[in-house]
């Protein structure tokens, strides 16, 4: 069972890093819902917040020149331990901006709790796509002694945009009843803040947790429209079914008067299906969408692009 298994996710693995494929987009199906009024304030879910280092800083178990990341696996197959998802979008300190060509090296303890010190199992690098997207699969951080109590599960972080300093930071877990009694993880105010980097994990359809974590750091990246905070301009609401298999509804809000498009990309960044509604006024949304019989299966970004700025995605599976 565990074979067929980590054979599917080699499958699913190898079919995410296939190149662009034609897809088809239907006629869209758009209504306005006029059921209950909406806030703009609903699209708070979203935080503006600069990504903070950790009090903890780089910790003493850092190996320079981790080896780049392959097929998006940080852990192999058959590394022992409960499988992990992460995944986010870097952002400039605005939010205006996503950031491409972002370096994200990645290193945690094993199942056990212990460091591999003298490789790089464990510790890899990864860049961002072109729309700012990183995503790794790899085990769920084991616990370690830290003095008289255990740290908290963690992944260490060193963020570097092109042409600017590094981040150096850990990403923690909600639930973890470690976090109050750990002396980086339990901070909540100043320079080492670690409320937006404790994250929370759903389970998804093949029994593996899932993350998502935006980092938002200082850097140079790519807008096509302005320099606004985007939390004014409308978001996502829902994505249903997902995981979907031959059609998705995908269901949205406008908060002003804009043009409008929605936007579907795959793991490296490219662009497989744009719905394009044109000018829109404030209200709430549905469109349907059917892709093409041979989209690989796998993991999906899809975006709101609202007067040509990307200010809202969902992560979506096809199976």
């Known amino acids: 069972m565990k074979r067929k298994k980590n054979a599917n996710r080699r499958q699913f693995l190898k079919n995410t890093s296939l190149s662009l494929l034609t897809m088809t987009v239907l006629p869209t199906i758009i209504k306005g819902d006029n059921s209950r009024g909406f806030s703009k304030k609903e699209s708070l879910s979203f935080n503006c917040n600069p990504s903070t280092e950790d009090a903890y800083g780089q910790g003493p178990f850092y190996t320079s020149n981790a080896p780049n990341i392959q097929n998006n696996l940080l852990a192999d197959i058959n590394e022992v331990g409960e499988r992990i998802i992460i995944s986010g979008q870097v952002y400039n300190l605005d939010c205006s901006e996503i950031i491409p060509n972002t370096e994200i090296d990645i290193w945690h303890a094993n199942d056990a709790g212990e460091y591999d010190n003298l490789g790089y199992n464990l510790r890899g690098k990864t860049i961002t796509n072109s729309q700012g997207f990183y995503f790794f699969e790899s085990i769920k951080p084991g616990l370690y ?175």
């Open 145 to 319: 002694l830290n003095g008289s109590t255990y740290r908290p599960s963690h992944i260490h972080f060193r963020i570097t945009p092109p042409g600017f300093g590094t981040l150096i930071t850990q990403l923690y877990f909600q639930g973890d009843p470690y976090i109050p009694m750990d002396a980086a993880a339990s901070i909540n105010s100043g320079s080492y803040d670690a409320t937006n980097r404790i994250i929370p994990l759903v389970t998804n359809t093949n029994g593996d947790l899932e993350g998502t974590w935006d980092i938002i750091i200082d850097g140079n990246g790519v807008s096509l429209e302005t320099n606004n905070i985007h939390l004014d301009k409308g978001m996502i609401y829902s994505i249903s079914p997902n995981p979907f298999t031959n059609h998705i509804e995908i269901n949205y809000g406008v908060f002003t008067t804009s043009k409008v498009a929605i936007a579907v990309y795959n793991i490296q960044g490219e662009i497989v299906a744009k719905i394009d509604n044109g000018l829109m006024e404030p209200e709430k949304y549905s469109v349907h969408w059917k892709p093409n019989y041979n989209l690989p299966k796998g993991h999906y970004f899809i975006a709101i692009i609202i007067n040509d700025l990307q200010v809202h995605y969902l992560k979506v599976i096809r199976q």
